[in-house]
């Protein structure tokens, strides 16, 4: 199918951009948003494309998880099969089961729109995934903004998280008390309340559980229940330890409140997913992988394989890796396994050949890399508002990311470049336009 016959109109929503503009930085008030340019409406697309998006990342987490619990017979040989410093995993618990149910709970895969259809090319997994705020006052934004009157979908993500908890809380035994634990200090320069957090707060208080947000330094303390053990029974780390150990903010509160029964998700587990050696490893194929789980991964996954001085098969050929990238280097990107927010990423045809044949041979040397074949991104339309108050309309080429929170679609996250170049996209480190994707009959 070309999806890119399935771009809708352009066209700017409103009479009046600047009061567009204001009621979406209001809604987005002190939490991570680049206050300009301004997008005027949200990307927006037919309900069976917005569909896919969704039903497509489900089956793609699903996959994933598979082949990360496929990866050995225990922990320390999964670690050990992609590498894993087991520094950077200190939050595990004795139960596997539960480490397992509650890996793949909160996820947001990567997707660019091809040609050829939508193909994901990362996947972003555990409570620090910081999409689902954004995404929640986004949807509601615009339904304010722009659609009141026009049937609008997108699915929100405090609701699928709010289902998750409930089915937690059932299935656990446990009441239905909810701890988020992150801080202020991880979130975007300038944002200084605690609104990021508390909006959710508000939201699972109105369905009905009790709910409240702690800094590291307040965690131990508000949940204790006097006698050793959480008042709260369930918890959202909301955080990263690799980003926390970054900006020297302390985590060990987080293993405290697991060690006295509240149960933290996303679970250690979801590191594991969060590895881009994953996404090589299913594209290679891996014993024990169902013939379903190949045929999604040929669908929608790009051609990706763990960076090593070893063989691999591409279009058709076996060639050595190394030789493979350095000639061909304009069709590949490389991507160190653990990077965050665009960090460690290289597009071949954007760099120069002495700097990408030393970062491959590094990349070799090392094994912490993936290469991934370069795909050509639709454009969509999209009205902008510049600094200056004009307003004009160019092509932008989204990077799209559907959440999938306890295996339902819960929204997705849109981030281009108002400009309308492509490649990297990261809000903080590039300057990308943070936005939602819709559906519109």
């Known amino acids: 199918m070309q999806h890119s016959t399935l771009v809708p109109r352009s066209g700017i929503p409103s009479s009046d951009p600047a009061a567009v503009a204001d009621r979406l930085l209001h809604a987005m008030r002190d939490v991570p948003f680049p206050p300009t340019p ?26 994933l998880t598979r082949v990360a619990r496929g990866l050995g017979a225990d922990r320390a040989e999964r670690m050990a099969a992609l590498k894993v410093d087991p520094a950077s995993c200190p939050l595990f618990v004795d139960d596997e089961d539960w480490e397992w ?3 793949s709970c909160i996820a947001r895969p990567d997707v660019i729109l091809t040609p050829d259809g939508i193909k994901f090319i990362e996947c972003n997994a555990g409570g620090g995934v910081g999409s689902v705020v954004q995404t929640q006052l986004l949807a509601e934004a615009w339904d304010d903004a722009v659609y009141r009157d026009v049937p609008m979908t997108a699915h929100r993500p405090f609701a ?9 809380a059932a299935d656990e035994g446990v009441e239905r008390s909810v701890a988020l634990f992150g801080s202020v200090e991880d ?3 300038g944002v200084r309340s605690t609104r990021y957090f508390d909006v959710e707060v508000d939201y699972l208080r109105r369905r009905g559980f009790t709910a409240e947000f702690f800094e590291p330094r307040d965690l131990m303390s508000g949940i204790s229940d006097g006698r050793g053990g ?9 955080f990263s330890i690799q980003e ?15 060690e006295a029964g509240c149960q933290l998700i996303a679970s250690q587990s979801s590191r594991f997913l969060f590895n881009k050696k994953l996404f090589g490893l299913a594209s290679e194929g891996r014993p024990g992988m169902s013939d379903h789980d190949r045929e999604v991964v040929q669908r929608y996954l790009p051609w990706t394989r763990v960076v090593g001085d070893r063989e691999v098969s591409y279009e058709g050929r076996r060639r050595p890796l190394p030789e493979l990238l350095t000639a061909e280097q304009d069709r590949f990107v490389l991507k160190g396994a653990t990077g965050m927010k665009g960090e ?23 094994e ?65 336009a943070a936005n939602i994707a819709v559906a519109l009959a």
């Open 38 to 63: 301004i997008s005027l409406h949200p990307v927006v697309l037919p309900p069976v494309l917005y569909d896919e998006l969704h039903s497509a990342a489900i089956e793609v987490v699903d996959v």
């Open 244 to 258: 926390w150990q970054e900006l020297d903010l302390d985590w060990s509160p987080a293993g405290e409140a697991l």
């Open 368 to 432: 912490d890399s993936v290469a991934q074949e370069r795909l050509e991104t639709v454009r969509v339309p999209m009205a902008v508002r510049d600094d200056d108050g004009r307003v004009h309309e160019t092509w932008v080429a989204p990077v799209f990311g559907p959440n999938v929170i306890g295996r339902q679609p819960a929204g997705c996250l849109a981030r281009y470049h108002t400009d309308g170049s492509a490649g990297v996209v990261s809000i903080e480190r590039h300057g990308g």
């Open 230 to 238: 959480s008042r709260f029974a369930l918890g959202l780390r909301h």
């Open 187 to 189: 979130l975007a320069r």
């Open 101 to 103: 149910r509650y890996a």
């Open 160 to 168: 699928a998280r709010a289902d998750l908890f409930e089915r937690m």
């Open 344 to 366: 460690a990423v290289l597009i071949g045809q954007d760099t120069d050949e002495r700097t990408w044949r030393t970062a491959v041979s590094r990349a070799v040397r090392e």
